[in-house]
């Protein structure tokens, strides 16, 4: 009996190194090829092309930093994906809540056709629509403008939205909705006096996916805007390949800048992020 | 077809409509939904059905011109760009899910317990995640960049490339396939590992106590019970690549040929073949049906919105 649980902690101990070199090789697999583009774009020319390359940099420089940043064009970029994210963010927010709310508290016969309506929208291959939306765009004129990006962008990113708002609305407790429609409210006050502040922490989840998957767009930004002062991110940096054509660390510094915000988001709301990526996959 | 649908329930149902819509609650309710589910009908559903339509037709940039029935489809299928991308986009969807289920399970498995620096785990598995997709295809393209890349240097040194990676195309397909990997399998791993935080611990206790093995275990309990999670992750991840854009524009250009290339290509810039484009993008857009068919009949996929 001794003999076997003492056999079973040795085991356990050297079970844990093993867990713990697996995990520490995962974290470095997922993280270095970003460590390693960061350091292409901190590190001189001369250094950048030395054979074999070096591992840790040898004299830091922001040089590549200064060519992106000196280039109007990059800093129109970041504002422009700065805007469609921005604005993307906001209108799915105030359409996809209110769409949620109903579904996820109101009851009406049609709620399942309706859900798989708009769900049907996140296995949908936007590609498939980009020609006939492209020739109906340029009727209404708005190819070139941000608009074409963000009315595109809402769309699919609304299933996202109302999916992961409707997992949170239906967490609330439903006493304090009740309570305030016994008090004389109704349904459209309960929703905004109550539910909306209550809320508050699952809207802000919903906020940071939607921001970050309008950002990380591409497909409809690369198609509608072919004019570079409407264009986001996602497309003039690949585009940078031919501007800036031997210049590998200012596209290092370039592709690096526009994942720092992500980063940022990341590191600080992991959890959350988390919680509301696997609330509706899960509970589905 | 879901128009057709929708006016036969209609006629059915006009009593059960003005039922619905008598009732002040399940009005709100409409009315709370009708903005967004407006939007997109117009945006999503409408646009497929005029693509159908446009594929009957010769069209260009300008303008629909004459009616050709099939043509269009007739001349994708001789097409040798839309052969090469169709081909492509078989290996990489099939290479690609199945790395990145086999993968993503071990870890899930290995990291579903509680341990010190979960978090960072946590946020580690999600940076490749959050990254633009483009935006990694343009990073690892450094990488594999034959003067500068770390991956090109280190495969040419021990030998297992003859040429510089992004000149062949077969080992872009490889290379494509690799950073798909890197960048979906944390993902893949979140959505198992919540899968299985939902089975609970007493089930693996009864099952201890009657003497079942580590492997009877995982295949008799844990592979039936996450099976609804399986086949949702491998859903999204299957209709993903199938779709494959991005990554393959960012990291080669036009060189790395898919269906959505295609489709871009004739659509955004070969002006003469705008209607072979289209009729790849109705292509795809029923191909893609029939996986999610196929997942939901004959793998048994659940697909209630209802708990």
């Known amino acids: 009996m001794a003999a076997a649980s003492a056999s079973g902690s040795g085991r356990s101990t050297l079970g844990t190194v093993l867990f713990y070199v697996f995990v520490a090789l995962f974290v470095l697999v997922s993280v270095a090829p970003l460590l390693w583009v960061f350091k292409m774009s901190i590190i001189t020319k001369t250094e950048l092309f030395a054979n074999p390359p070096t591992f840790l940099p040898n004299s830091p420089t922001a040089t590549s930093y200064g060519t992106i940043f000196g280039d109007e064009r990059f800093r129109k970029a970041l504002i422009n994906s700065t805007i469609i994210a921005g604005v993307t963010t906001v209108i799915c927010l105030f359409f996809g809540s209110i769409a949620a709310y109903a579904i996820a508290r109101l009851r009406f016969r049609f709620k399942s056709l309706v859900m798989t309506l708009i769900l049907a929208i996140s296995f949908f291959p936007a590609v498939a629509i980009i020609a006939p939306l492209f020739l109906q765009y340029r009727t209404i004129g708005i190819i070139d403008t941000y608009w074409a990006v963000i009315i595109t962008d809402t769309v699919f990113a609304l299933p996202l939205t109302i999916w992961i708002l409707v997992a949170f609305f239906k967490e609330l407790p439903r006493d304090l909705e009740e309570a305030a429609k016994v008090d004389g409210a109704t349904t459209i006050q309960a929703f905004r006096k109550v539910i909306v502040p209550l809320a508050a922490p699952g809207v802000f989840t919903t906020a940071i996916l939607t921001f970050i998957f309008a950002w990380n767009e591409f497909l409809f930004a690369n198609t509608f805007l072919f004019d570079a002062d409407t264009q986001p991110v996602t497309v003039a940096i690949p585009n940078f390949a031919t501007v800036y054509t031997v210049d590998y660390g200012a596209q290092a510094a370039a592709a690096v800048t526009v994942t720092i915000p992500l980063v940022i988001l990341v590191l600080l709301f992991q959890r959350r992020i988390v919680s509301g990526l696997t609330a509706g996959a899960v509970k589905g | 077809m879901t128009t057709a649908r929708g006016q036969s329930g209609q006629k059915k149902g006009r009593g059960l409509l003005r039922e619905e819509f008598g009732n002040p609650e399940r009005r709100t309710a409409y009315y709370m939904i009708l903005p967004a589910l407006l939007i997109i009908l117009i945006v999503a559903f409408f646009p497929i059905a005029y693509s159908v339509y446009l594929s009957l037709f010769q069209a260009n940039i300008n303008g629909v011109g004459q009616f050709v029935g099939l043509e269009n489809y007739v001349e994708m299928f001789q097409n040798d760009a839309f052969l090469r991308g169709l081909n492509n986009t078989v290996i990489f969807t099939v290479v690609s899910v199945f790395f990145e289920f086999i993968i993503g399970l071990g870890?899930?498995?290995?990291?579903?317990?509680?341990?010190?620096?979960?978090?960072?785990?946590?946020?580690?598995?999600?940076?490749?995640?959050?990254?633009?997709?483009?935006?990694?295809?343009?990073?690892?393209?450094?990488?594999?960049?034959?003067?500068?890349?770390?991956?090109?240097?280190?495969?040419?040194?021990?030998?297992?490339?003859?040429?510089?990676?992004?000149?062949?195309?077969?080992?872009?397909?490889?290379?494509?396939?690799?950073?798909?990997?890197?960048?979906?399998?944390?993902?893949?791993?979140?959505?198992?590992?919540?899968?299985?935080?939902?089975?609970?611990?007493?089930?693996?206790?009864?099952?201890?106590?009657?003497?079942?093995?580590?492997?009877?275990?995982?295949?008799r309990i844990t592979l039936p019970l996450l099976k609804p999670a399986i086949l949702v992750a491998l859903l999204f991840r299957t209709l993903d690549s199938w779709r494959v854009y991005d990554l393959f524009w960012g990291m080669a250009g036009r060189e790395l040929e898919s269906l959505s290339t295609f489709v871009y290509t004739g659509v955004r810039i070969s002006q003469l073949q705008f209607s072979v484009g289209n009729a790849a993008a109705v292509f795809i857009f029923i191909t893609a049906f029939l996986i999610a068919i196929f997942f939901i009949k004959v793998l048994g996929m659940q697909t209630s919105t209802e708990e």
């Open chain 2, 107 to 219: 870890i899930a498995l290995a990291i579903n317990r509680a341990f010190r620096g979960r978090g960072l785990v946590r946020a580690a598995v999600l940076v490749p995640w959050a990254f633009p997709t483009v935006i990694s295809a343009v990073m690892w393209r450094l990488m594999f960049q034959d003067q500068v890349g770390v991956i090109n240097y280190v495969a040419n040194a021990i030998g297992i490339i003859s040429e510089p990676i992004l000149s062949d195309r077969t080992l872009l397909l490889i290379a494509a396939i690799g950073v798909d990997v890197w960048k979906t399998t944390p993902f893949m791993a979140l959505l198992l590992l919540a899968g299985l935080q939902t089975i609970p611990g007493d089930v693996y206790e009864a099952a201890r106590v009657d003497g079942a093995s580590v492997m009877q275990r995982f295949f």
